[in-house]
């Protein structure tokens, strides 16, 4: 298997080919054969980069391109500020540019290859910059309506175009890192977590849990923990220092220190030392570095997707916002897929609401969940006003089925008190039959981690969120809307424009201070996130 770049190792072969290019004379005829075949060693670019390239050459030859010393320089310089986006710079050769670049002096024309492995790494690198360097869809980790990729050749124009002024590689890598506020942040506490790095500190040894009021030993580990990442000061616990042979009470500091680093790192913050609270206590420091990386590659998914005026659904925060402006214009809790039964993350336009919903539970919930209830209660249907149904629509007589083995059927809840649905359903086109939902179980919106649903998003306030949707729109819509709603019967009413949705999974953001907050990694994402990031082959765009 061929070994890709992008993981950061060495090619088997690529070591002594980059030497054979190094050994040519530094200036070339250009040659009429793909630069694939002229240079030995290339890394296989993906199919849009080398489209990119190939435009790059096309519009100023590589050799003219990059025959000024300082344009070598300030490649190298970006390549190095990869670091602080989480991407490692040796992804884009970066020793062997700097050996290249070595070589260069005054403005005579570099060899071709030389120049063109610059285009390459230049386009590669802000390729990935801008949409991220692995392929969501192809893993299977996010789904798009749209495709929101630039042509190739608009791509190298830009490219392009920043490369005339004196400063053009530092813009090109300026504009496509994402400017979001979220992203920026967590760039910035990557960076200053990656500043003060420790390999290792102070561990919590397994025992019961801590609470206020206990000494010992176990509770001088808690404290010595705290304070290695600041969340206690070095006076609190011993007023002689955490070196001082001093009995160390769980008093309430070290109460309200615990609770803040529950807050930050997706716990309840209850303030005792139990098992989940040791468990993230005792993940190395670069556990924690790993999931930014995670994440900030995440947001680079979605960066290309983000507008204006947007309905963002936060997975792993199980929060929603409706954005006009750029502004936040409402927001509230929702309910998310179980562990189990992810929420799929994507985008997608929201067309139209469905108000007062009938529910046809999809066969997963059937045959897990209701089949189940069904047959240890046989008023089930009755009381959750369930009809069954073949698939063609008729009316079955549930007391003619035999319930040990139902068969194709399906059934139907009538709209109404109770419905699963609620009084409104927000849909748009996705591969997954998920949308958003209002629901009856309005007290799990007061639980922290609210991770409940089979897929679908459960909003608290759907109905407010709903007339927000429909703001802008016409006198005769939204009284369309109002006389549906309040009929009882089952309808769909259309938005006046579609609303963009972003429906996203990250686990950690940070404040404009760096404070990074983290959130439970439910669906055991960020470990596979940073695996691929480091694997070799791995699917790229």
Not at 427 to 448: A, E, I
Request: proline share 8%; net charge negative; hydrophobic share 40%.
């Amino acid at each position: 298997m061929t070994r890709n770049p992008l993981s950061g190792q060495r090619f088997n072969s690529r070591t002594l080919c980059l030497l054979a290019i190094l050994a040519l004379p530094l200036v070339a005829p250009v040659m009429a054969q793909p630069l694939q075949d002229e240079c030995p060693g290339w890394p296989q670019p993906p199919e849009f980069v080398a489209e990119v390239v190939a435009h790059l050459d096309q519009l100023q030859p590589h050799q003219e391109r990059w025959q000024r010393p300082a344009d070598w320089q300030a490649l190298l310089r970006e390549l190095a500020g990869l670091r602080t986006d989480g991407l490692n710079p040796d992804y884009y050769l970066l020793p062997d540019i700097v050996a290249i670049g070595g070589r260069q002096s005054g403005y005579a024309l570099p060899d071709r290859c030389h120049a063109g492995l610059a285009s390459l790494m230049l386009a590669w690198s802000v390729t990935d910059l801008t949409f991220g360097r692995l392929d969501p869809q192809a893993l299977g980790l996010v789904w798009h309506q749209h495709n929101r990729w630039p042509e190739a050749s608009t791509f190298a124009l830009s490219l392009h175009q920043h490369m005339q002024f004196a400063d053009g590689i530092r813009r090109a890598y300026h504009n496509a890192r994402p400017s979001l506020a979220v992203y920026q942040n967590l760039r910035k506490a990557y960076n200053k977590r990656l500043e003060t790095l420790v390999l290792r500190w102070p561990q919590l040894s397994p025992g019961p849990t801590l609470r206020a009021g206990d000494q010992g030993e176990r509770v001088a580990e808690l404290a010595r923990r705290l304070i290695a990442q600041g969340y206690l000061s070095v006076s609190a616990p011993w007023p002689g220092g955490p070196d001082a042979e001093t009995t160390v009470l769980f008093d309430q500091a070290m109460v309200d220190a615990t609770m803040d680093f529950q807050r930050d790192h997706g716990l309840t913050p209850d303030g005792l030392a139990g098992r989940n609270t040791r468990a993230a206590l005792n993940l190395p420091p670069a556990a924690w570095t790993a999931r930014i990386r995670a994440n900030l590659e995440r947001m680079r998914w979605f960066a290309p997707y983000l507008q204006p005026d947007q309905l963002l659904v936060d997975i792993a925060g199980a929060r929603v916002q409706l954005l006009h402006a750029g502004q936040v214009a409402w927001e509230g809790r929702a309910q998310v897929g179980r562990a189990e039964r992810k929420t799929p993350a994507l985008t997608s336009t929201i067309t139209h609401v469905t108000v007062n919903p009938t529910w046809t539970i999809p066969p997963t919930i059937f045959y897990k969940d209701t089949l189940p209830a069904i047959q240890q209660d046989p008023d089930y249907l009755y009381r959750n006003r369930l009809t069954v149904l073949d698939h063609d629509g008729t009316a079955l007589d549930p007391d003619q089925i035999d319930w040990s083995q139902p068969g194709n059927l399906l059934l139907r809840q009538a709209a109404g008190p109770g419905n699963a649905l609620g009084e409104v359903v927000i849909r748009f086109p996705n591969p997954f039959s998920v949308y958003l939902h209002d629901t009856p179980s309005q007290r799990l919106f007061g639980t922290p981690e609210r991770f409940y649903s089979s897929g679908c998003v459960r909003v608290e306030n759907a109905v407010s969120l709903t007339d927000q949707l429909f703001d802008g729109g016409s006198e005769d819509l939204l009284w369309r809307l109002k006389q549906a709603r309040h009929s009882g019967n089952t309808r769909n009413v259309s938005l006046p424009r579609g609303i963009p949705l972003i429906m996203a999974y990250w686990t950690a953001e940070a404040d404009k201070d760096g404070r990074v907050i983290f959130r439970r990694d439910t669906y055991g994402e960020d470990e596979q996130i940073v695996d691929l990031l480091e694997a070799e082959g791995q699917v790229v765009h």
